[in-house]
């Protein structure tokens, strides 16, 4: 019994004890996208479609999410002269049976003049949040729905799509999170942050 804890002990002690990342990490549930159609301050109409997110810290320690989006997007080929903006929205857009209101809406100025967030996620804990994505309205060509955020562990998902997320074999890699954009037919994956470990 004294060998078995023992063993067990050492383990242990090899596996967190040498400053490598927990096994677990973040599990990013992605829901179905939702829409609603809004109208700049300017009088331009716009359509807005998002995706409910949830992201968990199933590790042992706190993990340090930061996103940030470009100011706007080129559609992808043929269509690269028409634009697009990436935008985080906050948690209350992400809830279930929850009507988006006017004051909602009257918000996302700021959201677009600064599409970051920076936030710390416990062990165990969790953030509620939206990806939304803004076109004009109506589209000249298709729409833009954001359908899956993800941390990139694997160079070879999603091969049929468009990467402008950089392809490397560090060990960066897998603390680079990608968005994967539907564009009809087509789609795109949009680098848009990185997690880090809390003191590691």
């Not at 949830?54 to 043929?78: C, G, R, V, W």
């Not at 992400?94 to 209101?101: F, K, M, N, P, Q």
């Not at 990139?152 to 074999?169: G, Q, R």
Request: net charge neutral; charged share 20%; aromatic share 8%.
């Amino acid at each position: 019994m004294y060998k078995t804890i023992l063993g067990l002990s050492i383990l242990m002690i090899g596996c967190f004890g040498n400053g490598q990342s927990p096994i677990s990490g973040l599990v990013i549930d992605n829901k179905i996208n939702r829409g609603i159609n809004y109208t700049d301050p300017l009088g331009t109409d716009f359509s807005i479609r998002y995706i409910p997110i949830t992201i968990t810290n199933d590790s042992t320690i706190s993990i340090h999410l930061q996103m940030a989006f470009l100011k706007e997007y080129n559609y992808p080929h043929p269509n690269s002269h028409e634009k697009f903006r990436l935008i985080p929205l906050p948690k209350e857009w992400a809830l279930d049976g929850v009507e988006i209101s006017k004051s909602m809406i009257n918000e996302i100025t700021g959201y677009i003049e600064n599409p970051a967030l920076n936030d710390t996620i416990g062990p165990g804990k969790k953030i509620i949040l939206a990806i939304g994505s803004i076109y004009p309205r109506p589209a000249k060509s298709t729409g833009v729905l954001p359908r899956k955020l993800f941390t990139v562990s694997d160079t070879d998902i999603f091969p049929e799509c468009d990467w402008h997320l950089e392809k490397d074999s560090s060990s960066n890699q897998k603390n680079q999170m990608g968005l994967k954009v539907i564009f009809g037919e087509k789609c795109m994956i949009i680098p848009c942050g990185q997690i880090s470990y809390v003191g590691q």
